[in-house]
């Protein structure tokens, strides 16, 4: 059997592991919501879903420099490696964009440290040109970041 307590915000959760919230299986009880759902307890079984959250992520994004990347794309006009900094930057907003954690209304906004290396094969035997590492990236500092 699994209790959920009723915090406000995730620094409250100070455990090892905590359950932060439960989202029961359909149906749900007719009065159940985000803000009821510490009233229940639940059991989990071979048909439960269980997600881990941490409160740090380290992503590593390896960019490809290679001359073959420098070429223009014919269809769409544009040089390979202008698409791979625009598919980063999407890719990054998306990490960093807090969200709240499902079957309740807590604000998940994690620490997330990012490594850019650029695959450079020709221009450097063996090691690679690391362009940032460990940065720890927020909405706030994105445009500092790129």
Request: overall charge negative; charged content about 15%; aromatic content about 14%.
């Amino acid at each position: 059997e699994i209790k959920v307590t009723n915090k406000q915000s995730l620094s409250e959760f100070t455990g090892d592991l905590d359950v932060v919230s439960v989202v029961p299986c359909e149906p749900f009880p007719n009065d159940w919501d985000w803000d009821t759902g510490h009233l229940y307890t639940y059991q989990v079984n071979s048909q439960s879903m269980v997600t881990f959250l941490s409160q740090q992520y380290r992503f590593v994004y390896l960019l490809d420099f290679s001359p073959s990347a420098a070429s223009t794309d014919i269809k769409k006009g544009t040089v390979l490696l202008d698409q791979q900094v625009k598919a980063l930057r999407r890719s990054l907003e998306g990490v960093i964009r807090p969200f709240y954690v499902p079957g309740s209304q807590l604000l998940f906004k994690p620490d997330i440290y990012v490594t850019v290396i650029a695959w450079t094969p020709f221009l450097c035997s063996g090691a690679q040109a690391v362009l940032h590492q460990g940065w720890r990236l927020t909405p706030l500092n994105l445009d500092l970041f790129m």
